[in-house]
């Protein structure tokens, strides 16, 4: 059975006083110029209430995986 996805939440991984963390896109475009870049992140949350990462390396990567999962989800 396939798990079905409720929420696709695209982010920013950053590393902030030490730690890493992900963090929305909007609030990293709101103060990237004191932040550490370190990746985009997809988090996927499903219906059974468990979640998966995803890892890019690039903004477009990122975009084309968000436009593939929409697709998926559509059929």
């Given at each position: 059975m396939e798990k079905r996805v409720i929420k696709i939440?695209?982010?920013v991984v950053i590393r902030y006083e030490?730690?890493?963390t992900p963090?929305?896109?909007k609030w990293y475009e709101q103060n990237r110029d004191s932040l550490d870049f370190i990746t985009?992140?997809?988090?996927i949350f499903y219906q059974d209430g468990s979640k998966?990462?995803?890892?890019?390396d690039t903004?477009?990567?990122m975009?084309?995986?968000m436009q593939?999962?929409?697709?998926?989800?559509?059929k």
């Amino acid at each position: 059975m396939e798990k079905r996805v409720i929420k696709i939440y695209p982010s920013v991984v950053i590393r902030y006083e030490g730690e890493e963390t992900p963090v929305s896109l909007k609030w990293y475009e709101q103060n990237r110029d004191s932040l550490d870049f370190i990746t985009y992140l997809l988090i996927i949350f499903y219906q059974d209430g468990s979640k998966e990462e995803r890892y890019f390396d690039t903004y477009a990567a990122m975009l084309a995986a968000m436009q593939e999962l929409y697709t998926s989800l559509k059929k």
